[in-house]
């Protein structure tokens, strides 16, 4: 067996016997992995509180050829996180955000993705409250992007054809925008002059955050979940991201 000691956010925490937890973990120097934490659910567990779904870390596990279930040994809590779960907003988007990673995230190293998904469980704990629609919508593209599924903006996705300013087609099949002759071929929406504007500033993290108003907000997020369902979910069910989208705690 080897020692693997990596960064590590906990993606799913799952009984397992009497007395143990099987975890799944999204991890910097691996991706995302398995493994049993024994005695877990023990009252003098070495683990304490450790193991709570969106905890971060650093994670100890031993790994064993040909073997994708690991033995976790320990994991040094950094953080809880507890802003989160005192808001079931910033939870949602947390758990959408986790959600994508566990269903989607390889176990391979990818520290891009693992840094924007830690990054993003920080800004939404932080970010004032009136900010935090944008916000969210802007963090999950940020890690659909991370995964390698950014969609274009500026050419169309088909022929590379640099797209001019103002409103153009936009197709969540083909991945971004398109130019007028391959909307044609293809098939496309339109996407508006001020809602390409505000989904170009969503997706640049270094941009200021639109303003949007609910219809707007809500707009954003159907693009994004059609866009996330599509490219990643494979006819997966989803029910993070669509408990996300459907925003059942705010009032009609």
Request: charged fraction near 20%.
């Amino acid at each position: 067996m080897a020692l693997v000691t990596t960064p590590a956010i906990v993606l799913s925490a799952l009984r397992y016997g009497e007395t143990s937890k099987i975890v799944r973990v999204a991890t910097r120097e691996c991706g995302v992995q398995s493994a049993i934490a024994k005695g877990a659910l023990r009252p003098k567990s070495r683990f304490g509180a450790a193991l709570q779904v969106l905890s971060e870390g650093q994670a100890h596990y031993l790994t064993k050829v040909h073997r994708e279930l690991h033995l976790l040994t320990a994991f040094d809590l950094r953080a809880l996180h507890v802003a989160l779960a005192a808001d079931l907003g910033r939870y949602a988007t947390a758990s959408a955000l986790a959600e994508i990673m566990l269903r989607f995230a390889a176990p391979d190293p990818h520290p891009e993705s693992y840094d924007r998904f830690r990054d993003a469980l920080h800004a939404l704990e932080t970010a004032p409250a009136p900010s935090l629609d944008a916000l969210g919508v802007r963090e999950i593209w940020g890690l659909v992007g991370a995964l390698g599924f950014a969609p274009s903006l500026d050419a169309c996705v088909r022929d590379g054809t640099l797209l001019p300013p103002g409103a153009l087609p936009f197709s969540t099949r083909e991945g971004g925008a398109l130019c007028r002759a391959c909307s044609v071929e293809h098939g496309a929406t339109q996407l508006p002059a001020g809602a390409r504007a505000d989904l170009g500033a969503l997706l640049n993290p270094e941009a200021a955050l639109p303003v949007l108003d609910e219809r707007h907000a809500a707009a954003h997020r159907r693009l994004l979940a059609r866009y996330v369902r599509y490219h990643l979910g494979e006819g997966a069910e989803l029910p993070a991201l669509e408990f996300w989208l459907r925003r059942p705690w705010v009032a009609p």
